[in-house]
């Protein structure tokens, strides 16, 4: 079945270090979203991207999604403590699960001040 | 504006219990998701429903757990008989269409440990 897979699953940094998650589907995705979840809540939407190469920015965050559209990153500038939190990618379904979303296991951020 | 709200935020039930986990979707938003997530672990897809119909619940176990979304009033998880193995943070979600296209809201979840 469809698969969305995400490495690292750990990543521990000291603060002012960049970091990096990769996300990798087994079929071509239509789009591909992001969130985070904060240790002990739920998680939120942080962005979609939806074109083939599209690259999108929020502040020190930058998105990008692969020419396949099979793979994407989330690579963070200089993290801060607050950036502390797990990084979920997740891509739709198709056919008979096109309604839902799969869901990459995460990386999980610490980082040390 | 509220967004989506789950009750309880802390269950807990004694093994052969049953579990009623609520879930009210964002205001407008008809499309309700239910995630399972054990301590360290990633969001497992139980069921995506809309309202009165069960859309897609491969990812529910065929026994003891059942999801519905009334007409009226919240979409209701329902765990009968419940087992140790069952004990986990349950989120719901809901999207304003179906999630291919747009971002689901979670809510806060309803963490359930099983004594």
């Known amino acids: 079945g469809q698969q969305v897979m995400q490495i690292p699953q750990y990543q521990h940094v000291q603060e002012g270090e960049d970091f990096t998650t990769y996300c990798n589907s087994s079929?071509?995705?239509?789009?591909i979203q992001w969130y985070k979840q904060r240790p002990g809540g739920h998680p939120v939407f942080l962005i979609q991207?939806?074109?083939?190469?599209e690259v999108k920015k929020q502040k020190r965050l930058t998105f990008q999604f692969g020419e396949a559209k099979k793979n994407s990153s989330l690579h963070i500038t200089a993290t801060q403590t607050t950036d502390v939190g797990t990084y979920f990618c997740?891509?739709?379904?198709?056919?008979?699960?096109?309604?839902?979303?799969?869901f990459g296991r995460g990386t999980q951020l610490t980082v040390w001040p | 504006n509220a967004g989506v709200m789950q009750n309880p935020r802390h269950l807990v039930r004694r093994r052969g219990q049953e579990a009623r986990l609520r879930c009210s979707p964002m205001k407008g938003h008809s499309h309700v998701y239910w995630y399972r997530q054990l301590p360290e672990e990633g969001l497992k897809f139980m069921v995506y429903?809309?309202?009165?119909?069960?859309?897609?619940e491969s990812g529910m176990p065929k026994e003891r757990f059942s999801a519905e979304f009334p007409k009226e009033g919240p979409s209701i998880l329902r765990i009968q008989q419940v087992v140790r193995g069952d004990s986990a943070a349950y989120f719901c979600?809901?999207?304003?269409?179906?999630?291919?296209?747009?971002?689901?809201?979670f809510g806060p979840g309803t963490r359930l440990t099983v004594l």
């Open positions: 991207l939806v074109k083939s190469g």
């Open positions: 429903l809309q309202k009165e119909n069960i859309i897609d």
């Open positions: 079929t071509t995705l239509s789009n």
């Open positions: 979600a809901s999207s304003a269409g179906t999630s291919g296209n747009n971002e689901q809201f």
């Open positions: 997740a891509g739709p379904g198709r056919g008979s699960t096109l309604g839902r979303l799969y």
